[in-house]
Antibody, heavy 118, light 106 residues
Framework: QVQLQESGPGLVKPSQTLSLTCTVS??????????WSWIRQPPGKGLEWIGY???????YYNPSLKSRVTISVDTSKNQLSLNLNSVTAADTAVYYC??????????WGQGTLVTVSS | SYELTQPPSVSVSPGQTATITCSGD??????ICWYQQRPGQSPMLVIY???KRPSGIPERISGSNSGNTATLTISGTQAMDEADYYC?????????FGGGTKLIVL
């Protein structure tokens, strides 16, 4: 079955760019009517939607993060990417990639903790 | 921006019925889903399109959505149901999560 695996640095310095990759295995990232999403969860807090890229290539971002976020897809590698620039300690969180089928996420990655600290 | 409001915590005795609410403006006009998240795990979909259960989710977990409030109901609550629960909707082209409710099984 389709699986998602996040990867990237676990520690990022303030003001730098957080870059994560999500590898899709068991299926093609370019097939189907899906919204490939990034969601984060600060330690001890709730879920926050970051944004998604539709299979057509359109992107939509959380208005509160829009100025700092870029989500892209590399179909040749079957990967989804997240770039978040100018990070601060408030960006410390577990970052999940997920496949949204339209107001329902049945497939989540295991998540990766990113800490912003000098 | 659209907001969803959940109670921070709900307590229930084993075997009793737990009710978790999610409130939002004209929420009944949208499809809602619910996720269960146990400590250290990724969220898991337990209800979608207001009341539908994914394969493997027991019938004692049910959902409804009307007016400004959606409800997740867990009947015959078990210790394994102790977790955080999040509601989720789409508002136009953005996704919105509720703040989460910790279900405590006493």
């Amino acid at each position: 079955q389709v699986q998602l695996q996040e990867s990237g640095p676990g520690l990022v310095k303030p003001s730098q760019t957080l870059s994560l990759t999500c590898t899709v295995s068991g299926g093609s990232i370019s097939s189907g009517d899906y919204y490939w999403s990034w969601i984060r969860q600060p330690p001890g807090k709730g879920l926050e939607w970051i944004g998604y890229i539709y299979y057509s290539g359109n992107t939509y971002y959380n208005p509160s993060l829009k100025s700092r976020v870029t989500i892209s897809v590399d179909t040749s590698k079957n990967q989804l990417s997240l770039n978040l620039n100018s990070v601060t300690a408030a960006d410390t969180a577990v970052y999940y990639c997920a496949r949204d089928e339209g107001a329902m996420i049945a497939l989540w990655g295991q998540g990766t903790l990113v800490t912003v600290s000098s | 921006s659209y907001e969803l409001t959940q109670p921070p915590s709900v307590s229930v005795s084993p075997g009793q019925t737990a009710t978790i609410t999610c409130s939002g403006d004209r929420l009944g006009d949208k499809y809602i889903c619910w996720y269960q998240q146990r400590p250290g795990q990724s969220p898991m979909l337990v209800i979608y399109q207001d009341y539908k259960r994914p394969s493997g989710i027991p019938e004692r977990i049910s959902g409804s959505n009307s007016g400004n409030t959606a409800t997740l109901t867990i009947s015959g609550t078990q210790a394994m149901d102790e977790a955080d629960y999040y509601c989720h909707v789409w508002d136009s082209t953005t996704a919105v999560f509720g703040g989460g409710t910790k279900l405590i099984v006493l």
